[in-house]
């Protein structure tokens, strides 16, 4: 079994719990079908995995080498490529399909998972939004309004530390979150609705992934 | 922000009995209270202040004075708890949002009603 799945986010809307009625916010995803372009075994690639395409493109979308590496096992062209690690990878072979629609994909109701994705990028930001510095007083002649303050001590070390919280870019980059229950699945949308927010902007990529280790399915009560 | 998709997601979710509620209507909401076991109803009656929100998170303000206190409910119409929203009576307004109900009590807190036909 495929331990997660790649998706769309598609933006996120509120539905109500069938049993108690409560509103649950939700994100909308879009699980995309993929295909296996290469199954890697500890034997000849030192692990096991399991290598998927998905997003059907032209040729002049795809790198030469990625090209020959899918017209080898005659794949149709895709855009991207994500390997997915597993216990064990005999079980699959190249060209073997996985969707939401052909229900092939364990996603259960009531299932927690974990998605990464891309976070949304901020720019240029200073310490008091990118490190959740305290603000200085805003008035009373003060002037520290979102200053950092102090960067280190004086003479010894003489220098600012390695790893020192200022200002700078924030956020686009990879972020996950845990614990996110499944509270939807609608195979003929290929559809999942997932509690909570997921990282990302809206038609960004995600991974969807099970919560606990590859291959072994985690139940929630 | 909308898409076609989020839109069929959310007419899952939206009921498709809900009479036509404006503000300056005197409304009964029946709303499914669960206590422990029990499930029993509980209808609240008063007037729409004003109604928020689009799709699933439609919201309507009601607001009835209680023994001298002014109290305001907001429900998501959409909401399996909310049973049923009657309208009693259709108030004269030229507002969307009556928060100038607040202020008044007594006499001054009358709506003027409004008499419509079946067309409308």
């Not at chain 1, 034997?43 to 017209?71: C, F, I, M, W």
């Not at chain 1, 200002?167 to 845990?178: D, I, K, L, Q, S």
């Not at chain 2, 507002?95 to 202020?103: E, G, V, W």
């Amino acid at each position: 079994m495929l331990p997660g799945c790649v998706a769309l986010k598609r933006g996120m809307t509120q539905i109500f719990d069938e049993k108690t009625g409560d509103a649950i916010p939700v994100t909308v995803v879009e699980v995309l079908p993929m295909t296996v372009t290469q199954v890697k075994c500890a034997a000849t690639d030192g692990y096991n995995a399991v290598q998927v395409g998905y997003v059907s493109a032209k040729a002049k979308h795809v790198s030469r080498p990625e090209q020959g590496h899918l017209t080898k096992n005659n794949l149709p062209l895709m855009r991207k490529l994500q390997e997915f690690r597993v216990v064990d990878s005999a079980a699959f072979t190249v060209g073997q399909s996985f969707s939401l629609a052909e229900s092939n994909l364990p996603f259960e109701k009531g299932e927690k998972v974990k998605v990464t994705g891309q976070s949304i990028g901020k720019g240029f930001q200073g310490a008091t939004k990118r490190w959740h510095f305290a603000r200085g007083p805003m008035s009373h002649g003060s002037k520290s309004h979102r200053l950092p303050g102090s960067i280190g001590a004086g003479t010894t070390p003489g220098r600012v530390l390695k790893g020192k919280k200022m200002a700078g870019r924030m956020g686009n980059e990879t972020v996950t979150t845990v614990g996110l229950e499944i509270v939807g699945v609608l195979p003929e949308k290929s559809v999942l609705l997932i509690k909570g927010t997921v990282p990302g902007v809206e038609g960004g990529y995600l991974t969807v992934s099970y919560h606990a280790k590859p291959g072994v399915k985690l139940k929630v009560s | 922000m909308s898409t076609p998709l989020i839109r069929d997601i959310e007419a899952m979710y939206l009921k498709t009995d809900l009479p036509h509620v404006v503000p300056g209507d005197s409304v009964r909401v029946t709303v499914r209270i669960v206590e422990g076991a029990k499930e029993r109803l509980q209808a609240f009656e008063g007037v729409v202040l004003g109604l928020s929100g689009a799709s699933t998170s439609r919201t309507v303000t009601v607001r009835k004075v209680f023994q001298g206190v002014g109290v305001e409910r907001i429900f998501l119409l959409h909401s399996p708890r909310v049973e049923s929203i009657k309208v009693l009576r259709h108030g004269y307004v030229r507002r969307a949002k009556l928060y100038y109900m607040r202020d008044r009590s007594g006499k001054a807190a009358r709506l003027r009603e409004k008499f419509v036909t079946k067309a409308q």
